[in-house]
């Protein structure tokens, strides 16, 4: 697009276009297509010279961008709960604790209750997701040395702590033994 000329005004059709583009190439909630449209309008807004037409065009803007996002999430196009349990699948397999999986998804938009259903995992799956990342920091059964001391331990159940993993879990992942561990990945990933 040229520098000089201005894009059309942001109506309830653009703006329904501009989503729809959204979602063809990323998944997200609708607090977070709401921003994405928002951000659209704030654009068009510094490209315009004249504030005093401007103004009743975004104030209609800004109306319309609720319509769309409410006409999308009845058609199933945009999904809290279906982002939320896709999200939180993929954290875990990534490694990621249930704790932390929460406030991932809270932090996309998604309600704290949807985002605590949706991270809810048993023990066995937590276990394994502490193993994934063990195995990406190289700690516990996939330490380079058999031998560990205290300090060295105490290290590891920290660093599983600051991801969110109870200690429980944390100890049970460091003493797991190396083909237990990569047979639990395996089983998490398929």
Do not use: C
Request: glycine residues 4%; positive net charge.
């Amino acid at each position: 697009m040229p520098r000089d000329s201005v894009p059309p005004v942001p109506d309830a059709a653009n703006l329904y276009q501009a989503a729809l583009n959204h979602l063809a190439r990323y998944a997200s909630t609708e607090a977070g297509l709401r921003k994405v449209l928002m951000r659209r309008i704030d654009r068009w807004t510094r490209l315009q010279t004249d504030a005093d037409t401007t103004e009743p065009s975004v104030l209609t803007a800004r109306l319309a961008v609720d319509e769309v996002v409410k006409r999308l999430a009845e058609t199933g196009a945009v999904s809290d709960t279906v982002f939320a349990e896709s999200r939180a699948r993929g954290l875990v397999r990534a490694g990621q604790s249930k704790r932390s999986v929460q406030m991932r998804l809270v932090s996309k938009g998604v309600a704290p209750e949807l985002a605590r259903g949706a991270a809810e995992t048993d023990p066995d799956t937590e276990l394994s997701a502490a193993l994934v990342l063990t195995r990406k920091r190289r700690i516990g059964p996939y330490r380079a040395t058999e031998a560990t001391d205290a300090a060295t331990r105490m290290k590891e159940l920290a660093l599983l702590a600051r991801a969110g993993f109870p200690r429980d879990i944390a100890e049970r992942a460091l003493d797991t033994d190396r083909d237990e561990a990569e047979s639990r990945i395996f089983e998490l990933r398929r």
